[in-house]
Every structure is written in structure tokens, then in C-alpha cells.
């Protein structure tokens, strides 16, 4: 495979050797880290909180403050929503935080393949079909 695209026939646009085998590993680690079913949206943090009481500890100097708790943190609809996490749900989740964090690396270095396909394209430079003003954006899918 050469990974020069046939002009006559658009239709057959293929990806080049090395493109395609970066693809197949990365569709290979997709798949393992999906097939566990071990993936959660967003993040873990370590929280220490101060209490209400005047004389604990967490109000001295310095102060002795309470935790470590874990809590998650994502977004839904553009509402953050978080939830307290037990010392051995923080140990058995952060695993699964980082396989949802590997999974968007991985459909990026994707995109970023595509991209990188689409701009090395010989018809990129064959400008006739460019519009000559532009009347709006349109986005098809
Ligand atoms: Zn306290």
C-alpha cells in the first residue's frame, strides 16, 4: 500500500501502511480496556476538611485537619456532580479513571491520525473547489 490516494476514485481513500498499523494497536488496546468494563468519567480527588466544632484540632495552628476522604468529581450536562468515595472505593476506581483518561488519549492520537491523513492528501492542494465567498458554515456529518 502506497497511501497515495487515487484521484479518479475518492470513494477508495486508504491510510497508509504505518498509519493503518498504529491504528490496528491502538484499536487493540481500545478494545482490551473496554472488554473490562472498568471505566469511570472523571476524576478522584483527596479532600481534608475543617469541621464546625471551635476547639478540634482542624482549627488549631497548625491545624490538624480531617481525612484524607476521596471524593469523584465529573461532569453531566455541564453540572459537576460528586460523590464521596470509601479508602477502598478510591482503591478500587482510580484504576478505573485511568483506564476513561486512556481511552480519550487513545480516540485522540485516532483523530490526530486522520488529521494528519487528511492534510498529507494530494487533493488538499487542489484549490478549484474552494468556495470563492464565503455565505455561511456548514457542517455535515
Ligand atoms: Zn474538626
Aim: glycine share 6%.
Amino acid at each position: 500500500m502506497t497511501g497515495i490516494t487515487d484521484l479518479c476514485h475518492p470513494e477508495t481513500v486508504r491510510v497508509a501502511a504505518a498509519h493503518q498499523a498504529e491504528a490496528e494497536k491502538i484499536a487493540a488496546e481500545l478494545a482490551a480496556i473496554a472488554a473490562t468494563g472498568m471505566v469511570l468519567p472523571g476524576s478522584i480527588t483527596k479532600r481534608r476538611t475543617r469541621c464546625g466544632r471551635r476547639n478540634c484540632g482542624c482549627h488549631a495552628d497548625p491545624p490538624r485537619l480531617h481525612g484524607p476522604y476521596w471524593q469523584w468529581t465529573r461532569k453531566i450536562a455541564a453540572k459537576t456532580i460528586c460523590r464521596w468515595l470509601s479508602a477502598d472505593q478510591h482503591r478500587d476506581y482510580t484504576p478505573w479513571i485511568d483506564n476513561d483518561r486512556r481511552l480519550h488519549e487513545l480516540l485522540a492520537r485516532l483523530e490526530t491520525l486522520g488529521a494528519a491523513a487528511f492534510d498529507a492528501d494530494p487533493r488538499r492542494e487542489r484549490q478549484a473547489n474552494r468556495p470563492a465567498s464565503r455565505t455561511g458554515t456548514e457542517v455535515s456529518r
